[in-house]
């Protein structure tokens, strides 16, 4: 049994579906910023999602989470405070640390 063969631009549109579903960098979706939030909005937000990445300042970010249960087995939590619009020192989390190098200067 023959194929059939394969015309120029047979493959146009399949090809320009799977392009317009890819990721575009121009459509990604940024972090929310704890600095335009209220310390409840913030603190709702890591509660509901269970970890998030924020922008925490001019080039800075941090990752938030619940609970322990979204850090790495080999780490624990610490309390995280950040600047939120209404509060400088909100509660919003927990960021994940690892017990065994935290406050070393180095390796």
């Known amino acids: 049994m023959r194929r059939p063969a394969l015309r120029a631009g047979h493959f146009a549109v399949p090809v320009a579906a799977l392009l317009a579903l890819a990721p575009q960098p121009g459509l990604a979706q940024g972090r929310p910023d704890i600095t335009t939030m209220t310390c409840a909005a913030a603190a709702g937000l890591v509660a509901r999602s269970g970890a998030v990445v924020m922008t925490t300042g001019p ?15 080999e780490t624990s939590t610490r309390p995280d405070f ?26």
């Open 59 to 73: 080039g800075t970010y941090a990752r938030i989470v619940r609970d322990a249960g979204f850090c790495t087995i």
């Open 82 to 107: 950040e600047a939120a619009r209404d509060d400088p020192r909100c509660f919003v989390g927990y960021a994940c640390v690892d017990p065994f190098s935290e406050g070393r200067d180095g390796p």
